[in-house]
């Protein structure tokens, strides 16, 4: 699934629901993996994948998931929009069934029609740990990565080289 400009969502959402059975049982195997040759592996494949992926030309994440938008995030905003963090909250944010601060709608408020970012230097947390496929011990994140296949076409890719590795 290649992030061109006629990139289509809603297929990469088909093709992540056909596999997703598959890369559930592919994620419950890594768990066992030993830790570093897991890491090293996912992150091979991220920084090979993101080195050929446009994510302007995407943009998904931020068009059809909210983040948890922590209270720092959410005062590093407002500094950054010269608001108070009440204000912000009001305009932009809802607490959803876990009690956590997400976007009140989705696309972001904050994205722009060319899929920039209006606040990047200053977004929130989750948005610049997204897709997690470089973080440390990524076997804590495989459950949510599976999520991920059907929004994120890098990771949908990852999981595809991840099956014919493991």
């Not at 009690?99 to 977004?123: K, M, W």
């Amino acid at each position: 699934m290649r992030i061109t400009g006629d990139f289509n969502p809603e297929a990469l959402r088909n093709l992540a629901k056909q596999q997703k059975k598959a890369n559930a049982k592919l994620a419950n195997r890594l768990k066992k993996v030993n830790t570093r040759t897991l890491d090293e592996v996912v992150h091979y494949w991220h920084y090979k994948k993101f080195q050929e992926a446009d994510c302007l030309e995407c943009a998904n994440c931020c068009k059809s998931i909210s983040p948890i938008v922590t209270s720092q995030d959410i005062t590093r905003i407002a500094k950054h929009l010269k608001t108070k963090p009440a204000s912000l909250i009001a305009q932009y944010f809802t607490i959803d069934e876990d009690g956590d601060y997400v976007f009140r709608t989705q696309p972001c408020p904050f994205l722009a029609n060319d899929n920039y970012c209006s606040i990047y230097e200053h977004r929130p947390r989750a948005c610049r740990d997204y897709p997690l496929t470089d973080r440390t011990k990524f076997y804590q994140a495989l459950d949510l990565s599976v999520k991920n296949t059907a929004i994120c076409p890098v990771v949908f890719e990852i999981f595809q080289e991840l099956r014919e590795r493991f």
